[in-house]
């Protein structure tokens, strides 16, 4: 087929063929089942899917896929309906589509969508590979020979060319292609080929129709192109009579129009006698649709402030209004005069002015309101088509389960639950690699073989549940396996050997938090690599995905007893409500789902635990963080810090609470996030930006990313996975050089800064676990700075040493009560005082 005819059928093609090998692939497990247990027609519908597909794939040309369909339609034609299909069978059916599948992904991105291992692949659903025929087998093959091979792609070619838009002589190709046609119709009648004859002639027909070009000769090439492969199985029919099944007639099988822009399909007649039609429709067209919209909201917006706009010149006009009143009667009392008869008049115009204005008011404010209305109902129904069931993510994995169960010798049973909760399509389509991750891992780390199970007491097929369970705005998928759960000890172990942290670090880790370093990239336990394992890839994706869609990923384990995976997303990535809050001069948009309240603190509400910062909340103690360093902005002075009371928003995610200190609260308004693209994409904390009523583009918050960061397990993993940073504040360069040095080589990371000014700025922007510095300074020294670090809640547990050459008495207790932790006299730091001071003021090294 012409390519650039290819490229523009193809997006309708690959989403029908992906709609349909899901479809084959669940009926074709169902064969498995003895005949009463099977849903009624399973095998003829199963049939009439395959069908269809080898049609599609026959009317552009794709010869791999072709025949990979027809193989398995083949083989559907020698199972008994009552008995249950092989297992071999069902397992070759499997690798098929799966093999389709990856063709159809080289198709998505371009590259030309060949089937990998054809031949093989043919001869484990026993057939031959007959991709090329010789001249020899063609003549061999029935009547018509080579001849009527050549006329088909003769044919097929001549539509190519008249369905492009650019034909110079479209009267003499339509001529050529007429009498091709009709040749092959003679050779047809000749052998007594009745149905090649009949549909060589419709194709002449066809052809005869698309001479006159427009809209007719579109859909007249949809009809021969209906005919042309109605004729190549026919062609088949002659040459291969066995082939022939009267149980199954060929159709027609459905064929793209010229320039298809979507692909309408009909329902089953309700009992009503209407007809439901779907038309599928290209996400990018819905987000265009969704941006229109979002430009008619914020129309909505600035007209309703032209409304509030009325209403205020409205009561204006009524004060000037009340003010000329009290003028004109005043004159009228002090005897009237020439100025009291167009001061009235002017009263009068006054009124007629302010009724006009409150009109205008009133019906700017209606249709406003109508405007609300019709942009909600489109906004709903845009949201409603870009839902989808859980069903289209969850139906495939059946078919992985499958094949990585019986290539790793295993007994699976897997249980689908949620499947008719509604998501995002984009949510379904960003899933799809994560979940099979996840199955596959559950299938080979968590499920033991057969045999240990039974020694284990437990079953010997393994129980494998993956399920989606609506949470009000947002959803979780959990994938749960009852096999021997996670190992933390060996989990360590590779930790180590891959070098994602040294043994110490590894040996300071909770359970908890061992078991969640699996999300890490280039973490497998396998040693050796796999089809299945080994590679260092797979469960990283998970939470990366769950990051990108504004969610989080998390795991959970019993020992013995199994592994349970949780990814929490939001039901939509379309507009959702979120709140606006300040931070400095910044304002941010965060997901209103997950802020349980806006509150405010008392300086007697917050305190520190373990070197951490918490704040009093209904009896408990919850991370209290400032969400300008969170999300990376300078930080600015708490209110606590002058005896203000502090306003903060608790985010809550299930059993997740943080509370995070802001400015203000701005506003609520609904948002359209839109993704900040490939180059922040490694910006864990933004979900995205979206445009504010006024015009104004804000960033949106990923608030379970901000939850995840929040976690005391969560931050001790990542400090205590690497060695903690500390900042060397000093003026002269050369001992601030010298001190840097020293603990570099110690294998500290060391921020520098040369006076206790630029020190404070520094920790502003930098979380530094330990501060040394010197006292005489300009502008803030060393004992200045040491006060002020201890004063404030946010850094008062950060230890402080003071390096000087004062070495008195005086000195060292002025040092100390101004809240060091450590002195040292500038000699001592050679004899290696320095380096043993730090080590004991960082007993945990990632606290």
Same mark, same amino acid.
């Given at each position: 087929?012409?390519?650039?005819?290819?490229?523009?059928?193809?997006?309708?093609f690959?989403?029908?063929?992906?709609?349909?090998?899901q479809?084959?692939g669940?009926?074709?497990?169902?064969?498995?089942?003895?005949a009463?247990?099977r849903?009624?027609d399973?095998?003829?519908?199963?049939k009439?899917v395959v069908?269809?597909?080898k049609?599609?794939?026959?009317?552009?040309g794709?010869?791999d896929i072709?025949?990979?369909?027809?193989?398995?339609?083949d083989?559907?034609?020698h199972?008994d309906v009552?008995?249950?299909i092989?297992?071999?069978?069902?397992e070759?059916m499997l690798?098929?589509?799966?093999?389709?599948?990856?063709a159809l992904?080289?198709?998505d991105a371009?590259?030309?969508?060949v089937?990998?291992?054809?031949?093989a692949?043919?001869?484990?659903?026993g057939?031959?590979?007959?991709?090329?025929?010789t001249?020899?087998?063609?003549a061999s093959?029935?009547p018509?020979g080579?001849?009527g091979?050549k006329?088909?792609?003769?044919?097929e070619?001549?539509?190519s060319q008249?369905v492009?838009?650019?034909?110079e002589d479209?009267?003499?190709a339509?001529r050529?292609? !007429? #009498?091709?046609a009709?040749?092959?119709?003679?050779s047809?009648e000749?052998?007594q /080929?009745d &149905? +090649?004859?009949? %549909?060589?002639?419709?194709?002449?027909?066809?052809?005869?129709?698309m001479?006159?070009g427009?809209d007719?000769?579109g859909?007249?090439?949809?009809?021969?192109?209906?005919?042309?492969v109605?004729?190549?199985?026919?062609?088949?029919?002659v040459e291969?009579?066995g082939?022939?099944?009267?149980a199954?007639?060929?159709k027609?099988?459905?064929?793209?129009?010229a320039?298809p822009?979507?692909r309408a399909t009909?329902?089953?007649e309700?009992?009503?006698g209407? !007809? #439901?039609?779907?038309?599928?429709?290209?996400v990018k067209t819905?987000?265009?649709? /969704?941006? &229109? +919209?979002?430009? %008619?909201?914020?129309?909505?917006?600035?007209?309703?402030?032209r409304t509030e706009g009325?209403r205020s010149?409205?009561?204006?006009a009524?004060?000037v209004?009340?003010?000329?009143?009290?003028a004109?009667?005043?004159?009228a009392?002090a005897?009237?005069?020439?100025?009291?008869?167009?001061l009235?008049t002017?009263?009068?115009?006054m009124?007629?002015?302010?009724?006009?204005?409150?009109?205008h008011?009133k019906?700017?404010?209606r249709d406003?309101?109508?405007?609300s209305?019709v942009?909600?109902?489109?906004?709903?129904?845009l949201?409603d088509l870009?839902?989808v069931?859980a069903?289209?993510?969850?139906?495939?994995l059946r078919?992985t389960?499958?094949e990585t169960?019986s290539r790793l010798g295993?007994?699976v049973?897997?249980e689908l639950?949620g499947t008719?909760?509604?998501?995002?399509?984009?949510i379904?389509d960003?899933?799809?690699?994560?979940?099979v991750?996840?199955?596959?891992?559950?299938?080979?780390?968590g499920?033991?073989m057969?045999?240990?199970r039974?020694?284990a007491?437990?079953?010997e097929?393994?129980r494998?549940s993956?399920r989606v369970e609506?949470?009000?705005?947002?959803?979780?998928?959990?994938?749960?396996?009852?096999?021997a759960?996670?190992?933390?000890v060996?989990?360590?172990?590779?930790?180590?050997?891959?070098?994602?942290?040294?043994?110490e670090a590894?040996?300071?880790?909770?359970?908890?938090?061992?078991?969640r370093?699996?999300?890490q990239p280039?973490?497998?336990?396998r040693?050796e690599?796999t089809?299945?394992?080994?590679?260092g890839?797979g469960?990283?994706v998970?939470?990366?995905?769950?990051?990108?869609?504004q969610g989080?990923a998390?795991?959970?384990y019993?020992p013995?007893k199994?592994t349970?995976?949780i990814?929490?997303?939001p039901?939509?990535l379309a507009?959702a409500?979120?709140?606006?809050?300040r931070t400095?001069?910044?304002?941010?948009?965060?997901?209103?789902d997950?802020?349980?309240r806006?509150?405010?603190l008392?300086?007697d509400?917050?305190g520190?635990?373990?070197?951490r910062?918490v704040a009093?909340?209904?009896?408990?103690q919850?991370?209290?963080?400032s969400l300008?360093?969170?999300?990376g902005?300078p930080?600015?002075?708490?209110a606590?810090?002058?005896g203000?009371?502090?306003?903060?928003?608790l985010?809550?995610?299930g059993?997740?609470?943080v509370?995070?200190a802001i400015?203000?609260?701005?506003?609520?308004?609904?948002?359209?996030v839109?993704?900040?693209?490939k180059?922040?994409?490694?910006?864990t904390?933004?979900?995205?930006a979206?445009v504010?009523?006024?015009?104004?583009?804000?960033?949106?918050l990923?608030?379970?990313?901000l939850?995840r960061a929040a976690k005391?397990?969560?931050?001790a993993?990542v400090?205590?996975?690497?060695m903690?940073?500390?900042?060397?504040?000093?003026?002269s360069?050369t001992?601030r050089f010298?001190m840097?040095?020293?603990l570099?080589?110690?294998?500290?990371?060391?921020v520098t800064a040369s006076d206790?000014?630029e020190?404070?700025?520094?920790l502003?922007r930098?979380h530094?676990h330990l501060?040394?510095?010197?006292?005489?300074?300009p502008?803030?020294?060393?004992v200045g700075?040491?006060?002020?670090?201890k004063?404030?809640?946010?850094?008062r547990?950060t230890?402080?040493?003071?390096?000087?050459?004062?070495?008195?008495?005086?000195d060292?207790?002025?040092?100390l009560e101004?809240g060091?932790?450590?002195?040292?006299?500038k000699?001592?730091?050679?004899r290696?005082?320095?380096?043993?001071l730090?080590?004991?003021?960082?007993p945990?090294?990632a606290?």
């Amino acid at each position: 087929m012409d390519p650039q005819l290819l490229r523009s059928i193809w997006p309708v093609f690959a989403a029908e063929t992906r709609e349909q090998i899901q479809a084959i692939g669940s009926k074709v497990l169902g064969l498995e089942q003895p005949a009463s247990a099977r849903e009624p027609d399973l095998l003829p519908s199963l049939k009439r899917v395959v069908h269809s597909l080898k049609g599609s794939a026959a009317s552009l040309g794709l010869d791999d896929i072709e025949r990979i369909v027809h193989a398995i339609e083949d083989g559907l034609s020698h199972v008994d309906v009552d008995q249950p299909i092989s297992r071999g069978s069902v397992e070759a059916m499997l690798r098929g589509l799966s093999a389709i599948e990856n063709a159809l992904n080289r198709g998505d991105a371009g590259e030309q969508p060949v089937v990998e291992g054809v031949s093989a692949l043919l001869k484990a659903l026993g057939h031959e590979d007959t991709a090329a025929p010789t001249s020899d087998e063609a003549a061999s093959a029935g009547p018509l020979g080579e001849d009527g091979l050549k006329a088909l792609v003769a044919l097929e070619a001549a539509l190519s060319q008249l369905v492009s838009p650019k034909v110079e002589d479209r009267a003499g190709a339509v001529r050529a292609a !007429v #009498d091709q046609a009709h040749a092959l119709r003679h050779s047809a009648e000749a052998v007594q /080929a009745d &149905q +090649v004859a009949a %549909l060589a002639e419709a194709a002449a027909l066809g052809f005869t129709r698309m001479e006159e070009g427009g809209d007719a000769a579109g859909q007249a090439a949809s009809e021969v192109a209906g005919a042309l492969v109605d004729l190549r199985m026919a062609l088949g029919v002659v040459e291969d009579a066995g082939a022939v099944r009267e149980a199954e007639p060929v159709k027609p099988a459905p064929a793209p129009a010229a320039k298809p822009a979507a692909r309408a399909t009909a329902a089953p007649e309700g009992r009503s006698g209407t !007809v #439901d039609r779907a038309v599928r429709v290209s996400v990018k067209t819905l987000d265009s649709l /969704a941006l &229109q +919209v979002e430009h %008619l909201v914020s129309g909505r917006s600035q007209q309703g402030r032209r409304t509030e706009g009325f209403r205020s010149l409205t009561d204006q006009a009524h004060e000037v209004l009340l003010h000329l009143e009290r003028a004109a009667s005043q004159l009228a009392m002090a005897g009237g005069g020439p100025a009291l008869e167009p001061l009235r008049t002017g009263v009068g115009l006054m009124r007629t002015m302010q009724k006009r204005l409150l009109e205008h008011a009133k019906e700017a404010h209606r249709d406003g309101e109508q405007q609300s209305l019709v942009a909600q109902v489109i906004r709903d129904d845009l949201r409603d088509l870009r839902m989808v069931p859980a069903s289209q993510v969850l139906e495939p994995l059946r078919r992985t389960v499958r094949e990585t169960a019986s290539r790793l010798g295993k007994e699976v049973t897997l249980e689908l639950g949620g499947t008719d909760v509604r998501l995002d399509r984009r949510i379904v389509d960003a899933l799809k690699d994560p979940l099979v991750h996840l199955v596959r891992n559950a299938i080979d780390h968590g499920l033991e073989m057969p045999a240990a199970r039974k020694a284990a007491g437990k079953p010997e097929t393994g129980r494998l549940s993956v399920r989606v369970e609506a949470r009000g705005t947002r959803i979780g998928v959990i994938v749960e396996d009852d096999g021997a759960g996670l190992d933390p000890v060996r989990v360590r172990a590779t930790a180590v050997r891959r070098g994602l942290m040294n043994q110490e670090a590894a040996d300071k880790l909770s359970d908890t938090q061992a078991a969640r370093l699996i999300f890490q990239p280039g973490f497998s336990t396998r040693d050796e690599v796999t089809s299945t394992s080994g590679r260092g890839v797979g469960l990283d994706v998970v939470l990366a995905t769950a990051q990108r869609l504004q969610g989080s990923a998390d795991v959970e384990y019993t020992p013995g007893k199994g592994t349970r995976f949780i990814v929490d997303l939001p039901l939509t990535l379309a507009a959702a409500l979120g709140l606006l809050v300040r931070t400095g001069t910044a304002v941010t948009a965060i997901p209103s789902d997950t802020v349980k309240r806006v509150l405010r603190l008392d300086a007697d509400d917050v305190g520190t635990v373990a070197g951490r910062v918490v704040a009093r909340l209904d009896g408990e103690q919850l991370t209290f963080l400032s969400l300008a360093e969170a999300i990376g902005l300078p930080r600015m002075p708490l209110a606590l810090e002058s005896g203000r009371r502090q306003t903060a928003v608790l985010l809550s995610l299930g059993e997740e609470r943080v509370l995070y200190a802001i400015d203000e609260v701005v506003g609520q308004q609904e948002l359209v996030v839109r993704s900040l693209g490939k180059h922040l994409r490694d910006v864990t904390h933004l979900a995205g930006a979206a445009v504010l009523d006024d015009g104004r583009v804000v960033p949106v918050l990923n608030a379970p990313e901000l939850l995840r960061a929040a976690k005391p397990d969560t931050r001790a993993a990542v400090g205590e996975s690497k060695m903690p940073r500390i900042l060397v504040c000093d003026d002269s360069l050369t001992t601030r050089f010298a001190m840097k040095s020293l603990l570099e080589i110690a294998g500290y990371p060391v921020v520098t800064a040369s006076d206790g000014e630029e020190a404070w700025q520094v920790l502003e922007r930098v979380h530094c676990h330990l501060v040394v510095s010197d006292w005489q300074m300009p502008r803030l020294d060393g004992v200045g700075l040491a006060r002020r670090i201890k004063g404030h809640p946010m850094f008062r547990r950060t230890p402080i040493i003071l390096v000087t050459s004062l070495d008195s008495n005086e000195d060292r207790a002025a040092g100390l009560e101004a809240g060091a932790d450590g002195y040292l006299v500038k000699r001592e730091v050679e004899r290696g005082k320095l380096l043993e001071l730090v080590r004991q003021l960082l007993p945990s090294s990632a606290a």
